[in-house]
């Protein structure tokens, strides 16, 4: 019984996340087509939560949906002439963009099915988050923070580089 | 474990629905007579100039990088948050460091003036 839910909520998940993948690269409207890529990303959020990696999970909603996409959709909002009648609103590189897929499709359903998938005999086992909180808090102190050092740099760096224009 | 976010998926197909449901609504019942000045763009009652889609300053972009940084910030107070209950004040120093080097960075940020619109 859970076993189907989680099967059907997996195939929404799928089928929104390949439905608005196409959306995304078909749609006329960039801004649009940005829109959409959020609805993509935030569907993988979810089968994220379906691998018991609610962490993994957030950080997707965090970094991808959250951050990700609003320098994407500043970036568009900042071009110059986007919406312009002059400029052609599609897509020019269809049949590069077509073989660049196939190939990686080929190549990535070629590396499945040679692959011997090791199967652990059982599932994760309770809440994922709290064994990487207590590893980072405890074992891995100062990886953690080191981080803050490393968003720091990227701070100042992002502030030196905009501010000499 | 999936199944306890049995309710996110409840709240958030119900949400959904909501949402479609208003529209739909909306689309039944509301009379539809457009004109010129309905179809206008709203910009605080007054009458607008130009077309909504126009390149915005590029200065915004500062604030959305700004942003992204402290957004990664918040992905570690999650986990933080989760265990900090069970490690106490040992943790909560922890963070205190944790946000404190970055605080430095707003310092920075807020000296450099570049949260000044020029």
Redesign the interface.
Known sequence: MENGILALVFYIFSGIIVGSGIMVVTLKNIFHSALFLVLCLFSVAGIYILLSAEFVAAVQVLIYVGAITVLMIFAIMLTAQLYSTSVRQSNEQVIPGIIIVVTLLVVTLVALSRTSWRVVSQGIEGQTTISIGKALLTTYVLPFEVVSLVLIAALIGAIIIARKE | ???D?AY??LFLLFGVLFVLFVFILSRLIAPYKPNPVKKENYECGEVPIG?G?I????R???Y??????F??????L???A??YR??GF??FI?ML???A??L??LI??WK?G?LKWV
């Open positions: 474990m999936p199944s976010y996110v998926g077309q889609w390149q915005f300053n590029v915004y972009y500062l959305a990088i700004i942003f992204v940084i957004d990664v910030e918040v992905v570690f999650f986990p933080w989760v265990v069970s490690l040992f943790a922890e460091i944790f946000i080097i970055l430095f960075g920075y940020v450099k570049a």
